[in-house]
């Protein structure tokens, strides 16, 4: 397992925080399933760097399933990053393909006719990254996702040419979920920049050997594990994160 560093913050000297300076640095957060706290755990990275004085953003480029929210008709997950996101921008910066059912991407998008476009994703994506110093870009679901008849999450990902952070889901199954994710986007040559363990079934057995596990079998540095949380607050979540100490 590569090196990386504890928790920033005063372990970070001011001469280590200056080297970030000014540097756009992006990374794609994926996971091993759906409703595993994919965009809880982004906010909590977004957070994590505005406490220590940066611009971060998140952005959904495919969300499936709206609510009202506020008087408007949006993605609860696109909503979260509206809220917390150090730049403001339209919605349709943050999140350019919505889609009302909450259903897989491709099958949303072939019922609505509305094709899920990647310059048009990038252009956005763009745009964003000019104006903060750390961009997460959320997928839908996990890195298998098709997002149309001949493209998927992990084309994406090609396309954007940015490094994961992989969400392992801590429940029964992880292990499994978490190695095969782990076997395919090393078979598609992406670079896993890191994983986060982020326990969600509060009644599990035998996490921290799961975890273990994980870590001695997945050569990516291991981003922190965040405990189950019955009501989440991305504020205390990104007291559990680590960030590795090289790009």
Known sequence: MKLYMGMLGNNLINNGIKLFKNMNKSFFITGTDTHIGKTEITCGLIQFFQERGYLACGMKPVAAGTEIIDEHTINSDVHKF???N???KPVTNINPYSFEQPIAPH?????SNQKILFPKIQENFLLLQKECEYLFVEGAGGYKVPLGNDNSIEDLISYLSIPIIL???IRLGCINHAMLTFESIKNHHHKLYGWIANCIDPNMKQVDENIKYLVENIDAPFMGKVPFQKEVNTFNLSNYLLWPGKL
């Open 107 to 111: 099958i949303a998008s072939n019922l």
């Open 86 to 88: 150090s730049v403001r």
């Open 82 to 84: 509206l809220s917390i």
């Open 167 to 169: 969400v392992v889901g």
